[in-house]
């Protein structure tokens, strides 16, 4: 049974960090692509960033030089590092696993960015 648990969410200071981290068990994280993707209260859920098998690397263009995707093969996790945070930075952010045919989802954490 696949299972993607994230932590790491919380409410932040706009120009403020947080480290979301995802862990994965019951899948193998380094083989598939695995994402982050960020949905805000009424719109849709979209991605934030994404990071191949390969370890190539993919931003939104709202997030690119701010957010960086890393993956710690041994421990089978994903984290986003969010700097610079903004407002419109939250929403609630999920860990995501494409796996061919199959698509898992974590529970999703919350992000606030406000003063």
């Known amino acids: 049974q696949v299972q993607l648990v994230e932590s790491g969410g919380g409410l932040v200071q706009p120009g403020g960090s947080l480290t979301l981290s995802c862990a994965a068990s019951?899948?193998?994280?380094?083989?598939?692509?695995t994402g982050w993707y960020r949905q805000a209260l009424g719109k849709q859920r979209e991605l934030v960033a994404s990071i191949r098998g390969g370890g190539l690397t993919n931003y939104a263009d709202s997030v690119k030089g701010r957010f960086t995707i890393s993956r710690d093969n041994a421990k089978n996790t994903v984290s986003l590092q969010m700097n610079s945070l903004k407002p419109e930075d939250t929403a609630v952010y999920y860990c995501?696993?494409?796996?061919?045919?199959?698509?898992?989802w974590g529970q999703g954490t919350q992000v606030t960015v406000s003063s």
């Open positions: 019951g899948i193998t994280v380094s083989i598939w692509q």
């Open positions: 995501n696993v494409n796996q061919i045919g199959s698509n898992y």
